[in-house]
């Protein structure tokens, strides 16, 4: 059983900066492309950024390029994703995703292609 647990959400003031992690575990981690994702309640869950599984390749929304940086550590089965100058725009739940194996191109990163979900951290930005 996938297991994804996020940490490192809060609440914090526009501009500040955070560090999300996510702990991954029964599967094997670095052969797998992951991201991030977050979702408002009564909005469809947002692609944030994706990361390949050898961190060689990232994408990310428009909304969060130049502020976010995704990362991982395969020796450590840990996906990052450092968020800065952040905006009240940026509140939500943000969640962990594993998705394809080995995967390259920009269809890797569609949302239909992960397959697991962490439970999800919350990130409040206040004005």
């Known amino acids: 059983q996938v297991q994804l647990v996020e940490s490192g959400g809060g609440l914090v003031q526009a501009g500040d900066s955070l560090r999300l992690a996510c702990a991954a575990s029964?599967?094997?981690?670095?052969?797998?492309?992951m991201g991030w994702f977050r979702q408002v309640p009564g909005k469809e869950r947002e692609f944030v950024a994706g990361?390949?599984?050898?961190?060689?390749?990232?994408k990310y929304a428009d909304s969060v390029k130049g502020r976010f940086t995704i990362s991982r550590d395969n020796a450590k089965n840990t996906l990052y994703l450092q968020m800065n100058s952040l905006k009240p725009a940026d509140t939500s739940v943000y969640y962990c995703?594993?998705?394809?194996?080995?995967?390259?191109?920009?269809?890797?990163?569609?949302?239909?292609?992960?397959?697991?979900w962490g439970q999800g951290t919350q990130v409040t930005v206040s004005a």
């Open positions: 995703a594993k998705g394809p194996p080995y995967c390259t191109g920009d269809g890797c990163y569609d949302s239909t292609v992960f397959t697991s």
């Open positions: 029964e599967f094997t981690f670095s052969a797998y492309n």
């Open positions: 990361i390949s599984w050898n961190g060689g390749n990232t």
